[in-house]
């Protein structure tokens, strides 16, 4: 078990990389210093009502040996429809959110000038260099050594903003958390909620990554193993949403401080919660964490919607792999054009940081009830082995995440228009 979960350890570590990035580092933080520990059960129940979906990805390559947009072909063409347009409809502004903040950061890193285009098309240019050869191993390197550095500087940094900083219980036990049933708080709810801890549509990407890890190592993972690579990524990447929250809210809740819209100021800002309480000595490698955070979503997205549309036009030709000299090539032109779309976005946007990140989040979640319902259909299908149907704790666990995905969704459609 220890060598094969050695083996199978990649695709989860992957999925928290890109789960802790602006569902983290700008969500979360936000959640604590604006309403301070007042949404720590939208999270929890974020997290736990979305386990089933994003299990589903890992559980159904084992099963198959095929990705899971193989799987909504077979399930029919409304499933595979229903994926291909919510996946171009929401690509280009998830890219688009994860590179401005790591543009900003970079620009806080460096000192130098430039505005939140230029250092985005720097930064995507970076990735396109290092990710061309369409290389698993490059991405799965990298990965592991940004995942490490920021696991120890935000557990350093959450202790000491606990057992140092003057705290939420010294200075602000007198202060009221503003009201979350607001047209402004319910907006920024389902924009917490939409990618914590990431969006359904990872599902795919993990059962992408599996395989390319399986290839990687060349060895086919049991489902325990598997499964348990996952729960590593997947727990972990929950207790950094809480951190962050925990950090948002006892360095900057009730300091009459909230965060800015430019991607700027709140790099600043950002680095600001860890300086507090770590020191200024801390400022370098705190920005320098927090870059590395930001870089590996960055990269991690960069590299999986090529690939996943690049698995997407395979369908048409079942006779080629996605690893095929063509597949490479078709890969290579992904890269390059969704990356180019996505700084046509950012160039369009400006700077209006938080307005971008809000309308990523919110289109992802107000479409997860549906790519959830699909992920549901596909694993209990009649064609798959029930050998590895889920057990039924995890069944019910998925009939009450569809009902909270669909209940928070239509709650905030019947709000919004209510309004």
Not at 168 to 196: D, K, Q, R
Not at 217 to 232: C, Q, V
Not at 276 to 283: F, K, P, Q, R, S
Not at 364 to 387: G, Q
Request: proline share 3%; net charge neutral.
């Amino acid at each position: 078990m220890r060598k094969g979960l050695k083996k199978s350890i990649g695709p989860g570590l992957i999925m928290a990389a890109a789960a802790i990035g602006v569902s983290h580092l700008v969500q979360s933080t936000r959640a604590g210093a604006e309403f301070g520990y007042a949404l720590v059960w939208a999270i929890v129940l974020a997290n736990v009502f979305k386990y089933p979906f994003l299990e589903f990805g890992p559980r159904y390559a084992i099963a198959t040996g095929r990705n899971m947009i193989h799987g909504y072909a077979a399930l029919g063409r409304w499933a595979l429809w229903t994926y291909i347009l919510f996946t171009i409809g929401t690509m280009f502004a998830i890219q688009a959110a994860v590179t401005i903040v790591t543009a900003s950061l970079a620009a806080e890193l460096t000192g130098i000038p430039l505005n939140a285009g230029l250092w985005s098309a720097i930064i995507l240019a970076l990735c396109i260099i290092l990710l061309i050869k369409n290389s698993y191993a490059v991405l799965d390197l990298v990965i592991k050594i940004f995942m490490t550095v920021l696991a120890i500087s935000t557990l350093v940094a959450v202790l000491a903003a606990l057992f140092q900083s003057p705290g939420t219980s010294a200075n602000t036990s007198n202060i009221v958390a503003p009201e979350v049933w607001t047209v402004s708080g319910v907006a920024f709810l389902i924009a917490l909620m939409g990618w914590m801890p990431i969006p359904i549509d990872a599902s795919v990407w993990h059962s992408i990554w599996t395989l390319e890890r399986s290839k990687q190592t060349r060895y086919t993972p049991k489902l325990r193993e598997s499964l348990a690579d996952f729960n590593i990524g997947y727990i972990g990447a929950s207790l950094f949403a809480i951190g962050f929250l925990v950090l948002g809210a006892e360095v900057m809740f009730g300091s009459g401080e909230s965060f800015a819209a430019s991607g700027g100021e709140f790099s600043k800002q950002l680095i600001n919660l860890y300086t507090v309480t770590l020191g200024e000595w801390a400022y370098l490698f705190i920005t320098a964490c927090a870059f590395s955070t930001m870089f590996s979503t960055t990269f991690t997205v960069t590299d999986t919607y090529p690939r996943v549309c690049s698995e997407l036009l395979s369908l048409r030709d079942s006779s080629r792999s996605s690893n095929t000299k063509d597949g490479n090539v078709r890969y290579r032109v992904l890269l390059i054009g969704i990356s180019g779309v996505s700084i046509a976005l950012l160039f369009l946007m400006g700077d209006r940081f938080r307005l971008l990140i809000d309308l990523a989040t919110t289109l992802s979640f107000l479409t997860a009830p549906v790519l959830a319902y699909i992920n549901y259909r596909l694993i209990f299908h009649s064609d798959l082995d029930p050998e590895f149907h889920p057990p039924a704790w995890l069944h019910y666990l998925s009939v009450g995440g569809l009902l909270f995905l669909t209940g928070f969704a239509l709650f905030y459609v019947y709000w919004m228009i209510g309004i």
